[in-house]
C-alpha cells in the first residue's frame, strides 16, 4: 500500500502538466466583448488633446455616416504595428476618430509625427471613463459606428492588413 503512496504526487504533476499544456495548446476565448454592440453610444464630450484637433463628442458620431471610432495611446506598441492599416483605412476614404486615453499632448504629437495621422478628432480621455463606458477593455481597439451613432462592430486588438477588407465590410454593412 506504501508504494502506491509513493506515485501520487507524480501522477498529480502528470495531471497539472496535462491540463496546463491543454490550455496552451487550445486557450479559452478570453477576450470580453463590449456589450454596447447593436446599440447607441453613451453620451460623453472629450476635450480635444491637441490644439489643431477637435475633441470629440458623441454627436461627432452620429452624422449619417458610419465611422471608426479607433481607442489608442502613444504607449501602446501594438496601436504602433496597426499605424499602416489605419494609414491605408484613411487613404480608402474612412473617417476615423480617436480616443486618446491616459496620454500627454506632447507624447500623441510625436506618435502621429513619426507613425502617421489618420484621425479627424481626437478627444482626450485621461481617465479612460469613456473607454470603460463605451466596453473597451484595453488598447487598441476600433469601433465601427453606423451613422446614428451605434456600435456596429468592435475589433479587439491592433488591426493587421488582413483586418482592412473585414473593417471595410463592416463599415458598408453599417450603412
Same mark, same amino acid.
Given at each position: 500500500?506504501?508504494?502506491?503512496?509513493?506515485?501520487?504526487?507524480?501522477?498529480?504533476? +502528470?495531471?497539472?502538466?496535462?491540463?496546463?499544456?491543454?490550455?496552451? *495548446?487550445?486557450?479559452?476565448?478570453?477576450?470580453?466583448?463590449? +456589450?454596447?454592440?447593436?446599440?447607441?453610444?453613451?453620451?460623453? +464630450?472629450?476635450?480635444?488633446?491637441?490644439?489643431?484637433?477637435?475633441?470629440?463628442?458623441?454627436?461627432?458620431?452620429?452624422?449619417?455616416?458610419?465611422?471608426?471610432?479607433?481607442?489608442?495611446?502613444?504607449?501602446?506598441?501594438?496601436?504602433? +504595428?496597426?499605424?499602416?492599416?489605419?494609414?491605408?483605412?484613411?487613404?480608402?476614404?474612412?473617417?476615423?476618430?480617436?480616443?486618446?486615453?491616459?496620454?500627454?499632448?506632447?507624447?500623441?504629437?510625436?506618435?502621429?509625427?513619426?507613425?502617421?495621422?489618420?484621425?479627424?478628432?481626437?478627444?482626450?480621455?485621461?481617465?479612460?471613463?469613456?473607454?470603460?463606458?463605451?466596453?473597451?477593455?484595453?488598447?487598441?481597439?476600433?469601433?465601427?459606428?453606423?451613422?446614428?451613432?451605434? *456600435?456596429?462592430?468592435?475589433?479587439?486588438?491592433?488591426?493587421?492588413?488582413?483586418?482592412?477588407?473585414?473593417?471595410?465590410?463592416?463599415?458598408?454593412?453599417?450603412?
Amino acid at each position: 500500500m506504501k508504494r502506491w503512496l509513493l506515485w501520487v504526487p507524480l501522477i498529480v504533476f +502528470a495531471g497539472l502538466v496535462a491540463v496546463a499544456g491543454s490550455r496552451l *495548446i487550445a486557450p479559452p476565448d478570453t477576450v470580453v466583448k463590449s +456589450a454596447l454592440i447593436g446599440k447607441p453610444l453613451p453620451d460623453f +464630450a472629450l476635450a480635444p488633446l491637441l490644439p489643431a484637433k477637435p475633441g470629440l463628442d458623441r454627436g461627432d458620431l452620429a452624422t449619417g455616416k458610419p465611422r471608426l471610432l479607433n481607442v489608442f495611446a502613444s504607449w501602446c506598441v501594438p496601436c504602433i +504595428a496597426e499605424a499602416p492599416q489605419l494609414m491605408k483605412l484613411k487613404a480608402a476614404g474612412v473617417q476615423i476618430d480617436a480616443i486618446a486615453i491616459r496620454d500627454t499632448p506632447q507624447a500623441v504629437a510625436a506618435f502621429l509625427a513619426r507613425h502617421g495621422d489618420p484621425y479627424a478628432r481626437i478627444g482626450s480621455d485621461p481617465q479612460s471613463q469613456v473607454q470603460i463606458s463605451i466596453g473597451s477593455s484595453g488598447v487598441p481597439e476600433t469601433f465601427v459606428i453606423d451613422g446614428q451613432g451605434r *456600435i456596429a462592430a468592435q475589433h479587439i486588438g491592433d488591426i493587421r492588413e488582413e483586418d482592412v477588407p473585414k473593417l471595410l465590410k463592416a463599415l458598408e454593412d453599417a450603412r
